[in-house]
């Protein structure tokens, strides 16, 4: 019985286990690497400075950096499109936004909104090909 119990626990873990070791094919029959699947990573980071207005909410003001930073986002695959990608897809983004207060000094007072912007492009079958 103690056998009988301990072969079902086996066979149990080896079949959660199983799927790990499964792998994609290619076209040719050979395993796929990550990457071969014809999709790329492109990230991009922007930096947006707006100066601070001193008579306007400063939570107002950072509201509009961040609208101006999506509005950039949203466009990021539209841009990639027109010059390297056929397909692309925005996977992430991210924001930092900080009030800089620079009383009297060179530049003024900033509001700096930084970020990431992730995608997943498939490129034109153009790009690394060398010119004719």
């Keep these: 019985m103690m056998y009988l119990k301990a ?3 086996i066979a ?3 079949g959660t286990v199983a799927p790990a070791f499964s792998q994609v094919l290619d076209d040719t029959g050979r395993p796929r690497r990550p990457g071969d699947d014809g ?4 990230q991009s980071s922007i930096a947006i400075g ?6 306007e909410d400063v939570a107002v003001q950072q509201q509009a ?3 101006s930073f999506y509005k950039v986002a949203a466009s990021s695959c539209a841009m990639v499109i027109e010059t390297i990608a056929d397909t692309c897809e925005v ?4 924001t930092n936004v900080n009030a800089n207060r620079n009383m009297g000094g060179i530049g003024g007072s900033q509001i700096m909104v930084t970020g ?3 995608m997943k492009v498939k ?3 153009s790009i690394g090909k060398p010119a004719p």
């Design 123 to 125: 490129f034109k079958a």
């Design 116 to 118: 990431q912007i992730a």
């Design 50 to 55: 707006i100066p601070v207005k001193d008579d």
């Design 12 to 14: 149990l873990l080896c």
């Design 65 to 67: 950096g961040l609208r």
């Design 39 to 42: 999709l790329a990573r492109v």
């Design 91 to 94: 996977t992430s983004v991210t």
């Design 7 to 9: 072969t079902i626990i």
